[in-house]
């Protein structure tokens, strides 16, 4: 009997928990036009999101593409022209890879960090000293940093695959000789406008995950500093997990 009452327990919480959630976006997606009356702090979680975050994107969007084509390379060779390879890496990183990467990573680095900073607000009652001022804390920290995500992930992305399909002709050249106009040339005569479309939407939705769970979990943290540390988990996991799966939904969609 314990067995089942766990297992019972487990699925009351978790449909506790998701509609928590999604009545939490709810509320955050119909007041995201009070975001123009908070446009200071829209612009200072756009700069956390975006300009701060840009060197990580890359850097791992730039290391990913060299990596692909590599990979990607040393399996075509005696099997397909090399000079795929190019559109090979540009599909990848266009429509998966620079995405979801840069999803995942942003999960840690600002979804964790919104469920810190809301956790660290929710045990030291800041939340409610907002309420009791007639400050709805939903339009003054949840929303600003919604519609940065939503905003500025897509910017980001645009980055990530550029530097990341340089990286793979980098690669290309170095080790597949390569030149600049083969590696290019299939890319062009593939090209999809429907290829970016995909990735930026992926990466649009990817950033209301991360904004949305870092802020339930931060408001929903309690237990002092230990119960901060465990929300900043939550919401890397939760995030990250939400992020493959909507991955697979819109892939299926849009496809």
């Given at each position: 009997m314990k067995i089942f009452e766990i297992i019972g327990g487990f699925f009351i919480g978790f449909f506790v928990e998701s509609g928590k959630y999604i009545d939490l976006t709810k509320d955050i997606c119909i007041k995201s036009f009070t975001v123009l009356k908070r446009r200071d702090l829209f612009f200072n979680q756009a700069y956390e999101v975006g300009v701060k975050s840009i060197i990580l994107i890359v850097s791992v969007a730039f290391f990913t593409g060299t990596v692909t084509a590599y990979q990607t390379g040393a399996q075509m060779v005696n099997l397909v022209p090399l000079t795929y390879l190019g559109v090979s890496v540009y599909k990848m990183m266009v429509m998966e890879l620079g995405p979801v990467l840069t999803g995942v990573i942003m999960a840690g680095r600002y979804g964790a960090s919104i469920a810190a900073e809301m956790g660290t607000m929710k045990v030291t009652e800041q939340i409610d000293a907002l309420k009791s001022m007639a400050i709805e804390p939903i339009e003054f920290l949840a929303v600003p940093r919604f519609i940065a995500a939503l905003i500025m992930l897509p910017i980001a992305v645009v980055f990530a695959n550029f530097i990341g399909v340089m990286g793979?002709?980098?690669?290309?050249?170095?080790?597949?000789?390569?030149?600049?106009?083969?590696f290019f040339n299939e890319i062009q005569n593939f090209f999809d406008m429907m290829d970016i479309t995909i990735g930026l939407v992926k990466?649009?939705?990817?950033?209301?995950?991360?904004?949305?769970?870092?802020?339930?979990?931060?408001?929903?943290?309690?237990?002092?500093?230990?119960?901060?540390?465990?929300?900043?988990?939550?919401?890397?996991?939760?995030?990250?997990?939400?992020?493959?799966?909507a991955d697979l939904v819109i892939a299926l969609t849009m496809l």
């Amino acid at each position: 009997m314990k067995i089942f009452e766990i297992i019972g327990g487990f699925f009351i919480g978790f449909f506790v928990e998701s509609g928590k959630y999604i009545d939490l976006t709810k509320d955050i997606c119909i007041k995201s036009f009070t975001v123009l009356k908070r446009r200071d702090l829209f612009f200072n979680q756009a700069y956390e999101v975006g300009v701060k975050s840009i060197i990580l994107i890359v850097s791992v969007a730039f290391f990913t593409g060299t990596v692909t084509a590599y990979q990607t390379g040393a399996q075509m060779v005696n099997l397909v022209p090399l000079t795929y390879l190019g559109v090979s890496v540009y599909k990848m990183m266009v429509m998966e890879l620079g995405p979801v990467l840069t999803g995942v990573i942003m999960a840690g680095r600002y979804g964790a960090s919104i469920a810190a900073e809301m956790g660290t607000m929710k045990v030291t009652e800041q939340i409610d000293a907002l309420k009791s001022m007639a400050i709805e804390p939903i339009e003054f920290l949840a929303v600003p940093r919604f519609i940065a995500a939503l905003i500025m992930l897509p910017i980001a992305v645009v980055f990530a695959n550029f530097i990341g399909v340089m990286g793979g002709f980098l690669i290309s050249y170095l080790f597949f000789d390569l030149n600049f106009h083969e590696f290019f040339n299939e890319i062009q005569n593939f090209f999809d406008m429907m290829d970016i479309t995909i990735g930026l939407v992926k990466t649009a939705v990817f950033g209301g995950i991360i904004s949305t769970v870092g802020c339930f979990v931060g408001f929903e943290a309690k237990g002092g500093a230990e119960g901060v540390g465990k929300a900043t988990v939550k919401a890397f996991v939760l995030s990250s997990v939400l992020i493959l799966i909507a991955d697979l939904v819109i892939a299926l969609t849009m496809l």
